[in-house]
């Protein structure tokens, strides 16, 4: 069974870089697409990238130039940076993953709630 | 960037068919997959490549997708369906750097 676990900061300064890490058990991060979705409070999911083949990278071309998605320091790990937040990232985010380049996402993660606040 | 549309709510009696729709252009030539969503709590795939049931959804939730319009089709509905509803679409412009997930809106569904 594959578990992902998001981890990082729960409240980021406006103009500061979010940074969100996802641990996978069950599944090498070398194999599947890994990705970042967010959810601001009572909207809808915005995608936000994925990283696959343990280091080819898609994001969503409206977050394109301040996000990068990469392999994180621990080996079954992946990683979100976020620059320049404003009030608007505040939002849940989760990690995901599916087999496919354009999958459904099978696995998530719980989600966790990332605040940008002065 | 491709634009899906859905019902903001629909509401089902219990034992009933619920159908949740999700518009977008020619919508029919794309994968549509959908997701439930419960408060505070991550989505879960119910529907995958249009009509595709993961292992463990019930055989009560259906998929079909033609021309401009997908359905999500929920059968004998049950008090525990009620939730929140996302269709997702891949929206491939031609150059694969822009690729890229698009979810609908969401459509809440309520069981009377």
């Known amino acids: 069974q594959v578990q992902l676990q998001e981890s990082g900061p729960g409240l980021v300064k406006p103009s500061e870089t979010l940074s969100l890490a996802c641990t996978v058990s069950?599944?090498?991060?070398?194999?599947?697409?890994w990705s970042w979705i967010r959810q601001p409070p009572g909207k809808t999911l915005e995608w936000i990238g994925y990283?696959?083949?343990?280091?080819?990278?898609n994001y969503n071309p409206s977050l394109k130039s301040r996000v990068t998605i990469s392999i994180g320091t621990s080996k079954n790990q992946f990683s979100l940076n976020l620059k320049s937040v404003t009030a608007a990232d505040t939002a849940v985010y989760f990690c995901a993953t599916g087999p496919g380049y354009s999958s459904g996402l099978d696995y998530w993660g719980r989600g966790t709630l990332v605040t940008v606040s002065s | 960037s491709y634009v899906l549309t859905q019902p903001p709510s629909v509401s089902v009696a219990p034992g009933k068919t619920a159908r949740i729709t999700c518009g977008g252009d020619?919508?029919?030539?794309?994968?549509v997959h959908w997701y439930q969503q419960k408060p505070g709590q991550a989505p879960v795939l119910v529907i995958n490549?249009?009509?595709d049931r993961p292992s463990g959804i019930p055989e009560r939730f259906s998929g079909s997708n033609s021309g401009n319009t997908a359905t999500l089709t929920i059968s004998r509905v049950e008090a525990g369906d009620e939730a929140d509803y996302f269709c997702?679409?891949?929206?491939?412009?031609?150059?694969?750097?822009?690729?890229?997930?698009?979810f609908g809106p969401g459509t809440k569904v309520t069981v009377l």
């Open positions: 490549y249009d009509s």
């Open positions: 990283i696959y083949y343990g280091g080819n990278t």
């Open positions: 020619d919508i029919g030539r794309k994968s």
């Open positions: 069950g599944a090498s991060i070398n194999s599947y697409y």
């Open positions: 997702q679409v891949w929206d491939s412009s031609g150059d694969r750097s822009g690729d890229h997930y698009v």
